[in-house]
């Protein structure tokens, strides 16, 4: 049986990737990028490629790079998605995962910003909209002075509700 989003999400090297890139990003003062963040987009990235009809292998995929798509925080967030897709094949090399599966979940934390990469593939794509869409007021910290918000904390802060529509017909 090969490893499966569940596995993941009980791996210790990704809890701890997790937990101190956010911690990195508190530091930065940075939005949240908790384990709220990473489960969220995981889940909506594997509801998108659902809902289009890609496999389950695929979705299976997407809730994995999903989760593991910021632990390239814990580094630095300059490149983070390309240290991200590195530590990602580091810690899924120990597992049963295919090499073109852990190349796909690579491929598609490596491409996640947009900065630096763009989708590749549906997994990635799915990865990016999943990322973009997570806006919400609480992932602002909320020990920062509006006056000192960025970009992202001003948008963030703005939404009050948010609801992904997915529309399949075109």
Known sequence: MQIRYEDV??????KTYIQ???ETLIALG?????????TKVAKLASEILLTLGYSEREQELARIAGYMHDIGNAINRSRHAEY?????DTILRDTDMSL?????VMSTIGNHDESTGTAVDAVSAAVIIADKTDVRRNRVRRNKARASFDI???VNYAVTSNHMVIDKTN
């Open 30 to 38: 940075y939005t949240e990028h908790s384990f709220g963040h990473v």
């Open 84 to 88: 991200g897709a590195l530590l990602a």
């Open 152 to 154: 992202h904390d001003r």
């Open 20 to 22: 101190k890139a956010d």
């Open 9 to 14: 999400i009980k791996d210790e090297a990704v």
């Open 100 to 104: 073109e599966d852990r190349i796909t």
